[in-house]
């Protein structure tokens, strides 16, 4: 084999991933995360995933990659760089995540996958895994905090010390035994500006968020109706919400991303206040046609607007 040992075939991919446009890579032993079952078993318990019940579906590989991926041995997880740099003032009061200014990520993020484990496969030889991103049950930020790509913010998020937290996060599993990184110290102190600055008070403490109080999930993943209750405290967000990213220390160091596809779309970036209470279905079609804001559906955006405006 061209790659002989293992400390060879980290460097091959720690390179190609960086060659791919990934920021950061990390890689861990594929192995069940323990520490998680029961964190997850309580979680759900509570019901804090509210209606979003494939969350308790695959229940063991959600937590054993080995069980996901059969004789996984690393899994190799994956920052990309989504942070769109300083904004100018925007056309309209409404709000959207940074991570949907652009084209859907699944698809960019999908390719480059695709294309490093054929290049593996090219450089190695026929190897088994499967590539990742936010499509199957992976415990996306808990292996890239094992990894050592960050740690877990009171807000639930991997913070990167380097450049914070707005990142994609994707992973490849597979049968190739590698050199793995270790975790990374907390940094998260005694800061709790996250925690402070939730409007829906979704934290039920440092570092568990119920899911079913989020503005995120209200505006993405909800189908049914807004709870009235919650009436007030949006801040505008129509789909999404970054509120516990822009108020966290450590995204003073993000730097702009360099992904054309990521930049603001023409139609995102010309959506006034007016226009998006007028908008047709056949706008948003046009206008959102490889956004992830589709995923919130026409009907979804207009409930989310309608509940603030
Ligand atoms: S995304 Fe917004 S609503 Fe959800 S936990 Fe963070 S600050 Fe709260
Ligand atoms: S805002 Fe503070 S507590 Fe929250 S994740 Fe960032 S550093 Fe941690």
């Known amino acids: 084999m061209k790659y002989s040992s293992k400390e060879r075939l980290t460097q091959l991919i720690k390179e190609k991933a960086k060659v ?6 990390g890689i861990s032993k594929a192995e069940k995360l323990n520490d998680e079952e029961a964190k997850l078993e309580s979680w759900l318990a509570k019901g804090f995933h509210g209606k979003m019940s494939y969350m308790e579906n695959h229940f063991d590989l959600r937590l054993n990659p080995t069980k996901l991926v059969t004789g996984a041995k690393s899994v190799i997880s994956l920052l990309y760089n989504y942070f769109p740099g300083k904004e100018p003032p925007a056309n309209s009061k409404y709000k959207i995540a ?19 484990l054929g290049y593996l496969r090219q450089e190695i030889g026929d190897i088994d895994g499967r590539v990742f991103v936010d499509s199957a049950p992976v415990m996306e930020r808990q292996w890239a905090a094992k990894s050592g790509l960050g740690w877990l913010g009171k807000n639930t998020l991997l913070i990167n010390k380097e450049q914070g937290s707005f990142f994609f996060i994707a992973e490849l599993i597979i049968d190739l035994e590698l050199e793995y990184d270790g975790p990374i110290k907390d940094y998260c102190g005694t800061c709790t500006k996250c925690l402070d600055a939730c409007p829906t008070e979704a934290f039920v403490d440092a570092g568990v968020l119920d899911a079913s109080k989020c503005i995120s999930y209200f505006t993405i993943e909800l189908k049914d109706a807004i709870p009235e209750k919650f009436k007030g405290k949006y801040e505008n967000w129509v789909f999404g919400c970054d509120i516990c990213q822009d108020i966290c220390p450590w995204n003073r160091f993000s730097k702009p991303h360099s992904q054309p596809a990521f930049y603001k779309t023409e139609g995102v970036k010309a959506v006034t206040d007016d226009e998006w209470i007028e908008f047709t279905e056949e706008v948003f079609r046009k206008i959102f046609k490889d956004s992830p804001i589709k995923r919130t559906k026409y009907k979804g955006l207009k409930r989310n607007i309608d509940f603030i405006k």
């Open 98 to 116: 940074k991570y949907a200014y652009g084209k859907d990520y699944h698809f960019i993020l999908k390719d480059k996958l695709k294309s490093f």
């Open 20 to 25: 791919l446009g990934f920021n950061f890579c």
